[in-house]
């Protein structure tokens, strides 16, 4: 049982920001039917035990669906199966779910309470409405990638996909305001959520310096426009995240490292001068900094309370205390695949805990289970996943010429 649970979700999303928005939903309790081509195909690796990593991730909790919406009696199946839904999730680009036939206007008709999201790349109003956007280009136009690097270095994306997971959270949390706005009117509803408007949002404090002081911000590294005694310190082994911005942390680093004379030094005696003066104060830090290994200087510091941060490796995140004391890492089992483990959800609800269990599907999983629900007979069903399945023949022998 979950906070969502009784709550149907179609979802028609593929790539990563859709997919993340439905197994939020699917890990809040949701039923989440992925409608997938009966003709998928596996996509490129990593893999584990011949399914695809990226799909025991993002499909983690949900059930698959195969149907054709091209194919009329599919499509037939399809609308009386988003007639059982509470919501439907898409994020193909605008204009596509008017060919398939799965518009919010096409659904609506026949399920006005629905609540639809729709998640693209410019939104479904937008002169660039037509035009394909992934991770990467939405980070550039929103201005993050200008930010991002090292002073006078060239543009850069963050590590992980953040245009897509920002959006795939923006559109999970949008997704259940519209369930709760259904719960006090009956009403359903359209969310049209735009990649790059979430972005421009996430860069907030640079866009609202400019449009309110005219500054035009930079990337800095590490380092804070605003702030000094934050950003990365050279140890002898690797470096130490230092973020001891106010007057307060940075008496604790002083009195920690035994500088306590530069406590009332008139070049770092407020948060002001501080930063006026702070590529001194950093130069000598690291001289300090670079004479301690990590691990004891990070434990000293945390200890004296200095906040402050050891940069991980991935591997290193992995076995972080904090990170496996809150069981932030869950095992699951895939029928092919086996056991995988995965981050788990970082939602830690009182009452209402999460427990993941359900690894991701097998393609067409779940096809006899609801195709049944819906009133099919097992001789309509072997009918329809026969033609599927020579559908996926003729796609697979077209592709081997």
Not at 43 to 56: A, C, F, N, Q, V
Not at 59 to 78: F, N, V, W
Not at 229 to 240: A, E, H, L, M, N
Request: glycine share 8%; net charge neutral; proline share 5%.
């Amino acid at each position: 049982m979950g906070i969502l649970t009784g709550y149907r979700v179609v979802d028609f999303t593929s790539f990563l920001c859709g997919p993340i928005c439905t197994m939020m939903l699917a890990a809040m309790g949701a039923e989440v039917l992925k409608i997938e081509r009966p003709d998928k195909k596996l996509g490129s690796g990593p893999y584990k035990g011949g399914e695809r990593i990226y799909d025991l991730s993002v499909m983690r909790g949900k059930k698959s669906i195969t149907l054709d919406a091209k194919d009329p009696q599919q499509h037939e199946i399809l609308m009386d199966l988003i007639k059982t839904a509470d919501v439907v999730v898409e994020n193909f680009r605008p204009g596509v779910t008017k060919r398939m036939g799965i518009s919010y206007e096409e659904v609506a008709a026949v399920k006005p309470d629905i609540v639809y999201t729709s998640i693209s790349g410019f939104g479904q109003k937008s002169p660039y409405a037509s035009r394909g956007a992934l991770d990467i280009v939405i980070q550039a136009m929103c201005g993050l990638m200008s930010i991002t690097g090292e002073p006078g270095g060239r543009p850069l994306r963050a590590g992980a996909s953040i245009a897509d997971l920002f959006s795939g959270v923006y559109a999970a949390y949008g997704t259940m305001a519209l369930l709760f706005n259904r719960e006090k009117t009956g009403k359903g509803d359209h969310l049209d959520l735009a990649m790059l408007d979430t972005m421009f949002t996430v860069c907030e404090n640079a866009v609202a310096r400019y449009l309110n002081a005219g500054v035009i911000p930079k990337a800095l590294g590490n380092g804070h426009p605003s702030n000094a005694c934050f950003g990365d310190f050279p140890t002898k082994d690797g470096s130490i995240i230092l973020a001891a911005t106010k007057t307060p942390t940075y008496i604790k680093l002083c009195k920690a490292l035994h500088i306590e004379e530069l406590i009332e030094d008139p070049r770092y005696v407020n948060d002001d001068v501080r930063n006026k003066n702070k590529a001194e104060l950093h130069a000598y830090l690291g001289t300090l900094t670079s004479q301690w290994e990590t691990k004891p200087l990070y434990e000293m510091l945390a200890n004296a309370g200095v906040p402050c941060g050891i940069v991980n490796t991935i591997p290193q995140a992995c076995e972080d205390e904090s990170i496996l004391a809150r069981d932030m890492i869950v095992e699951l089992t895939h029928k092919t695949a086996g056991t995988y483990r995965l981050p788990n959800t970082p939602f830690k609800f009182e009452h209402n805990p999460i427990t993941l269990t359900k690894g991701s599907p097998i393609l067409g999983e779940n096809n006899r289970e609801i195709f049944g629900e819906l009133g099919l007979s097992k001789e309509e069903i072997d009918a329809l996943l026969e033609k599927q399945a020579k559908v996926r023949t003729m796609f697979k022998e077209q592709a081997m010429d």
